[in-house]
């Protein structure tokens, strides 16, 4: 779903961060959602980007995003910073959620930079719940950590660890020893996104979700194979050096997909046959031994041919 929406607010909330208020022109309630939701902003030049939904989900008269000035992006968060305005109309995808909130009996936040975004919703209803839960906040310099004033209010709930004063955060003690019932989210840097997984190895399976902002490594080796699009019965041939997506539209077949990068869900395409080579960022473990979805923009196949449901 696409929304024509305006920019209401823009402000700078913590160095190199500035948090968007998006409103429908004519005031009318915006689609629900859950935390751990994320939009894609459409800027000029075919540009999209997914940034989490920070506000609080019961309101339904605006969205808020918070952008990080990427310092070697690819030029989307410099447009946000230097020339998006209030006032100015702006197109918004969504929302999604590829990182939802669980039910558990208690819960572990962890949260590098700007990934503290999603986590906020989270925690406000968490808290709202009466359960267990706990937050440890890193960053780069402590000027440059967003929301840390709105953090305050939970007190010895939450542990704010800026580098410069403290150091990486202390993951070996954090998730030595794995608690029970306990589900533990994850947003950030891929290095600490790594450690938090590398940490977490003796945790249940289930236990620990993460989310990406950007793509996830990709050691793999790509081989050419085949897939069968179930609703026509053509077979493609999908090369060493593209993709199934760019390959199913270079066959005139349309997709929806954004980021490319399998990190936002938007081309998720049901596998009917065939085993994944899942290369995402969004699945879970049990999703991908599953194997009946599959983002197509990264990821490749096991087997000769793949049937996917297009």
Request: charged letters at 25%; glycine letters at 10%; aromatic letters at 4%.
């Amino acid at each position: 779903m696409t929304l024509d929406l305006v920019v209401a607010n823009k402000e700078k909330i913590a160095d190199g961060v500035v948090r968007l208020t998006l409103r429908a022109p004519d005031g009318q309630p915006l689609p629900a959602w859950e935390p751990g939701a994320h939009v894609d902003l459409r800027l000029p030049g075919d540009v999209v980007r997914q940034y989490s939904l920070c506000g609080r989900p019961g309101d339904p008269s605006a969205y808020q995003v918070a952008v990080l000035r990427e310092l070697d992006g690819r030029g989307g968060s410099a447009y946000v910073h230097d020339e998006l305005v209030a006032g100015q109309r702006i197109s918004v995808d969504g929302p999604r959620n590829h990182f939802a909130l669980v039910d558990a009996k208690r819960y572990l936040f962890v949260a590098g930079g700007i990934g503290i975004t999603p986590i906020l919703p989270m925690i406000d209803r968490v808290d709202g719940t009466g359960r267990e839960w706990q937050l440890v906040y890193g960053g780069r310099t402590r000027s440059s950590m967003a929301f840390t004033a709105d953090l305050r209010r939970h007190a010895d709930r939450v542990t704010i660890r800026p580098q410069d004063e403290h150091g990486l955060l202390d993951l070996p003690a954090l998730l030595a020893e794995p608690r029970p019932d306990t589900a533990v989210y994850c947003c950030g840097p891929e290095p600490l996104l790594a450690a938090v997984e590398q940490h977490c190895a003796g945790w249940p399976e289930d236990a620990l979700r993460v989310e990406r902002f950007a793509a996830r490594p990709d050691d793999g080796a790509h081989t050419a194979f085949e897939v069968e699009l179930a609703g026509s019965g053509r077979v493609l041939e999908v090369p060493a050096d593209r993709t199934i997506l760019e390959t199913v539209e270079d066959a005139g077949i349309p997709v929806l997909s954004s980021c490319q990068e399998g990190t936002c869900g938007t081309c998720e395409t049901g596998v009917l046959g065939g085993t994944p080579d899942h290369r995402d960022s969004v699945l879970t473990a049990a999703e991908r031994r599953a194997g009946d979805v599959m983002m197509i923009c990264v990821s490749r196949s096991c087997s000769p041919r793949l049937v996917l449901d297009l």
